[in-house]
């Protein structure tokens, strides 16, 4: 099983950044995919998941309305298109793979988001 999750960079305040994360291992198309983050010192946070067909998505309150989760199912990848970014939004995002019913979960390595002047 492998979740490798790229895109992250330097970028300015208000700018964007595509993160993707490539599954291989599992049956992708059935794992609902989330993705959280960590900030320096601060504990790992949910930010956003969209359920496994792509039917329904959900973000934290932090970042509606400025973050959205998708997925392309036939080529094994979400993504998290991140705008109007802010100094907060600086983390390690990872992405997370979880089918429910089973109770199993896969983690990627994260990729690095730093929002800075």
């Known amino acids: 099983v492998q979740l490798v999750a790229s895109g992250g960079g330097l970028v300015q305040p208000g700018g964007s950044l595509r993160l993707s994360c490539a599954a291989s291992?599992?049956?992708?198309?059935?794992?609902?995919m989330s993705w959280y983050r960590q900030a320096p010192g601060k504990e790992r946070e949910w930010v956003a998941t969209?359920?496994?067909?792509?039917?329904?998505?959900n973000y934290a309150d932090s970042v509606k309305g400025r973050f959205t989760i998708s997925r392309d199912n036939a080529k094994n990848t979400v993504f998290l298109q991140m705008n109007s970014l802010k100094p907060e939004d600086t983390a390690v995002y990872y992405c997370?793979?979880?089918?429910?019913?089973?109770?199993?979960?896969?983690w990627g390595k994260g990729t690095l988001v730093t929002v800075s002047l």
């Open positions: 997370k793979a979880l089918w429910l019913r089973l109770g199993v979960a896969y």
């Open positions: 969209i359920t496994s067909a792509g039917g329904n998505t």
């Open positions: 291992g599992f049956p992708f198309s059935t794992y609902d």
